[in-house]
C-alpha cells in the first residue's frame, strides 16, 4: 500500500466518522424536539430552531411570567459540557445563588466570585450551597414559607440563579431522559411555584 494510499484510507475514516456525529447530532436534536413539541398544548408555547443542526428552544407564557427552555454548551476547562437551562421570569430584590457541592467549582477565582455572588451562606441545605450579595435578605426568604422545601424538589438541577429578574436552573444534558416532556412539565411548575413563594417572602 503507498503513502497515497494509506493517506486516503485515513480521510475516509475520518470523513466516515464525521459524517456519523453528525448524523447522530441531527437525529438527537428532532428527538429533542419532538419532546418540547409535547409541551406546546398543555402550556400553550411553541417551539422554534435556527436550523436543524441548531438545538430547539421551547417559549411560552405561564401565567404572566415568560418561560424558555434551551440548550447550552459550556466550557469546562477542555471539556465541552451540554446543558439544558430553564429560565423563568420573576421580581425579586437580590439575587441568590444555588449550585451543587462538587458538582460545580467556583473557587478559581475566589475574590472574583465572592465579589460577584456574595459571601457563603450557611442556612442554605445540601445539597446546595448558597450565596448571595444580601446574606441577611437571602436566609430570610429561604426560610420562609415553601421557599426551601421547593428547591430540595429541585435537585435535580445542579445550579439555580434566583433572581433579581429571573429563575434560571441548569444542568447537565444526560440523554432524552432529561428532555421527557412529563419530568419537564414538572420542574416548570415547581419553578413556577418557586417565583411566587419567593415573591411573596420578599414584600
Known amino acids: 500500500m503507498t503513502m497515497t494510499q494509506i493517506t486516503m484510507f485515513f480521510l475516509s475514516i475520518l470523513i466516515v466518522i464525521v459524517l456519523a456525529m453528525l448524523v447522530h447530532s441531527y437525529l438527537d436534536k428532532n428527538k429533542i424536539k419532538r419532546r418540547l413539541l409535547q409541551l406546546v398544548d398543555p402550556l400553550k408555547g411553541y417551539v422554534s430552531q435556527e436550523s436543524s443542526f441548531h438545538y430547539p428552544h421551547f417559549h411560552c407564557n405561564l401565567n404572566g411570567r415568560a418561560f424558555s427552555l434551551f440548550f447550552d454548551v459550556v466550557k469546562v476547562g477542555r471539556h465541552h459540557i451540554l446543558y439544558s437551562v430553564y429560565s423563568l421570569a420573576a421580581t425579586l430584590p437580590h439575587p441568590l445563588l444555588l449550585i451543587k457541592k462538587d458538582e460545580f467549582r467556583p473557587m478559581a477565582d475566589p475574590d472574583n466570585f465572592s465579589k460577584l455572588n456574595g459571601s457563603l451562606l450557611d442556612k442554605i441545605s445540601a445539597p446546595f450551597q448558597g450565596y448571595s450579595i444580601e446574606p441577611v435578605w437571602a436566609d430570610k426568604v429561604y426560610t420562609a414559607g415553601e421557599v426551601s422545601k421547593l428547591i430540595s424538589e429541585l435537585n435535580e438541577f445542579s445550579s439555580l440563579q434566583l433572581g433579581p429578574d429571573a429563575l434560571i436552573a441548569g444542568k447537565p444534558y444526560e440523554g432524552l431522559s432529561d428532555a421527557d416532556s412529563e419530568k419537564t412539565l414538572q420542574a416548570i411548575k415547581l419553578l413556577e ?11
Open 193 to 203: 411555584k418557586l417565583a411566587q413563594e419567593m415573591e411573596q417572602c420578599s414584600t
